[in-house]
């Protein structure tokens, strides 16, 4: 498990508590760790910062966990049970300042809609950003396929921030 971390945030939950325990902030994220640990991939949680302009000032982003693809790129996995306004806004802004990153949203629900009044789920907010996403509540082999193994070295010498 990934080594723990103090959150600023109460658990609220047994399920948020476990994660906590383990140095997560979520049940999801808990829950696609275990997953990772138990492929032949490495686990890396929040092992990267993305830094990005937020109209009139710079920010960062630290993605949930991180892969190194085959041809040395980077592949950011975010998971989300909730996708706040603010988190929404934060990830175009992200995006926007990171043309060509690699992000990928692992959803607890992706038909969760935005809010009470908007017809969007989770799931057509992140089509229309342009996010792959899933809803399945674990990575997708396939992502997994595209990255290096545990002790493997990627084809090439490729990195998203050289």
Known sequence: MAKQKNHWHSAGSKTRAEAYKYGYKSG???TVSKQIEDTEYEL???TETIHYIVPERKAKYTPDFVFTKTN???MFIETKGRW???D???MKHVLA????VDIRLVFQNP??????????????????LGIKHVGAKVIPSEWMAECIKKGEEPKQSLNFFN
């Open 84 to 86: 706040t306004a603010i």
């Open 28 to 30: 999801l994220e808990l």
């Open 97 to 100: 300042s990171n043309p060509g």
């Open 72 to 74: 040395g790129s980077l």
């Open 88 to 90: 929404r806004l934060k």
């Open 111 to 128: 038909n969760q809609k935005i809010s009470k009044a908007s017809a969007t789920t989770y799931r057509l907010y992140a089509e229309k």
């Open 44 to 46: 890396k949680y929040e």
